[in-house]
């Protein structure tokens, strides 16, 4: 799991906040370790795990902001006392990032001295496990000597999802929650939106949204489900001169070999055609639109850790 730096950038911008980390776990608890929740004085998003162990932590993280102390390290047993069905236990750190702090984030790992630890020399258990990062790609533990080691994300990757329809709502409600995602949300008219747009997703509006194709990166991920078949047409088309990373189409086997002619007649070879997903998500959960959503958000997600398997070219501590 990977330090989201887009929407810690966020949260800076709103001010004081701290980022409560569950850096270990023994035993059954509600999420893994590296879950992460955002806390600022009137404001939270993220979960560590919910119950009695999250409204704690918040608590808690809101005393720290309070007095502008340093963070900490609490280890949490779990059990019935807390209203906890879990019976393990988790290490929470605490951590008030500053903005700069934030803003000098770069790819690879960011370790650190928990506040309280020592911030001399870096300790030797912590030398080792960047050493197995850089010769073998091997992911260290979060927590070691006082020190926790986190990966911080390349940048976010660019996804443009066309059409705000049911669908395209779907899709919103299930990837914009996600890490790593940077989505753009395009449409003919602000009418066809939600009034709520959750955070990091940016919404653009065009009389002919085909014409936004120009503004996006061309290595971007695409998902094409708009109110029409000409519109999603012209944006395939588009697209095809483009550039892309991926392209995924909504449709039936029929709208597909239809798609397929009239592109092949607009001068676009078979194997171009080819790149085009469709229909897209996972036929076999059905064409509810959550249902949809959950199967293209499966696949994004497995595409994403294949990507983040390369090892690791460079480390520092910070």
């Given at each position: 799991?990977?330090?989201?730096?887009?929407?810690?950038?966020?949260?800076a911008a709103?001010?004081?906040?701290?980022?409560?980390?569950?850096?270990?776990?023994q035993?059954?608890?509600p999420?893994?370790?590296?879950?992460?929740?955002?806390?600022?004085?009137?404001w939270?998003?993220?979960?560590i795990?919910?119950?009695?162990?999250?409204?704690?932590?918040?608590?808690?993280?809101?005393?720290?902001?309070?007095?502008?102390?340093?963070?900490?390290?609490?280890?949490?047993?779990?059990g019935?006392?807390?209203?906890?069905?879990?019976?393990?236990?988790?290490?929470?750190?605490?951590?008030?990032?500053?903005?700069?702090?934030?803003?000098?984030?770069?790819?690879?790992?960011?370790?650190?001295?928990?506040?309280?630890?020592?911030?001399?020399?870096m300790?030797l258990?912590?030398?080792?496990a960047?050493?197995?990062?850089?010769?073998?790609?091997?992911?260290?533990?979060?927590?070691?000597?006082?020190?926790?080691?986190?990966?911080?994300?390349?940048?976010?990757?660019?996804?443009?999802?066309?059409?705000?329809?049911?669908?395209?709502?779907a899709?919103?409600?299930?990837?914009?929650?996600?890490?790593?995602?940077?989505?753009?949300?395009?449409?003919s008219?602000?009418?066809?939106?939600?009034?709520?747009i959750?955070?990091?997703?940016?919404?653009?509006?065009?009389?002919?949204?085909?014409?936004?194709?120009?503004?996006?990166?061309?290595?971007?991920?695409?998902?094409?489900?708009?109110?029409?078949?000409?519109?999603?047409l012209?944006l395939?088309?588009r697209?095809l001169?483009?550039?892309?990373?991926?392209?995924?189409?909504?449709?039936?086997?029929?709208?597909?070999?239809?798609?397929?002619?009239?592109l092949?007649?607009?001068?676009?070879?078979?194997?171009?055609?080819?790149?085009?997903?469709?229909?897209?998500?996972?036929?076999?959960?059905?064409?509810?639109?959550?249902?949809?959503?959950?199967g293209?958000?499966?696949?994004?997600?497995?595409?994403?850790?294949?990507?983040?398997?390369?090892?690791q070219?460079?480390?520092?501590?910070?």
């Open positions: 799991m990977s330090l989201d730096r887009e929407a810690l950038g966020r949260a709103r001010g004081p906040f701290l980022r409560v980390l569950v850096a270990e776990t035993g059954s608890t999420r893994e370790a590296g879950a992460a929740m955002l806390v600022g004085a009137d939270a998003e993220g979960t795990g919910g119950g009695a162990l999250e409204f704690e932590a918040m608590a808690r993280a809101r005393e720290i902001l309070a007095r502008g102390g340093p963070g900490r390290l609490e280890r949490i047993a779990l019935p006392a807390r209203g906890q069905c879990c019976g393990g236990a988790v290490t929470l750190a605490y951590e008030a990032l500053a903005a700069e702090t934030v803003a000098g984030l770069a790819p690879g790992i960011w370790a650190r001295p928990v506040a309280g630890a020592s911030a001399g020399e300790p258990g912590v030398r080792r960047l050493a197995r990062v850089r010769d073998r790609g091997e992911a260290p533990a979060l927590l070691i000597e006082g020190w926790l080691l986190e990966a911080v994300a390349a940048p976010a990757r660019a996804l443009w999802i066309w059409g705000a329809g049911h669908v395209g709502r899709l919103v409600s299930v990837l914009a929650p996600l890490p790593g995602l940077a989505i753009s949300w395009a449409d008219g602000a009418e066809r939106f939600p009034e709520t959750p955070a990091g997703v940016t919404p653009l509006i065009a009389a002919n949204p085909a014409d936004l194709v120009p503004l996006a990166p061309r290595a971007a991920d695409h998902l094409v489900l708009t109110y029409s078949h000409a519109l999603d012209e395939c088309h697209l001169g483009h550039g892309f990373g991926s392209l995924g189409l909504i449709g039936s086997a029929t709208k597909w070999a239809r798609f397929r002619a009239r092949a007649g607009l001068g676009h070879d078979s194997a171009q055609i080819s790149r085009i997903a469709c229909p897209i998500g996972d036929p076999t959960l059905g064409k509810h639109p959550q249902a949809i959503a959950v293209v958000a499966s696949a994004l997600i497995r595409g994403m850790s294949a990507g983040a398997r390369p090892r070219k460079k480390d520092r501590a910070g």
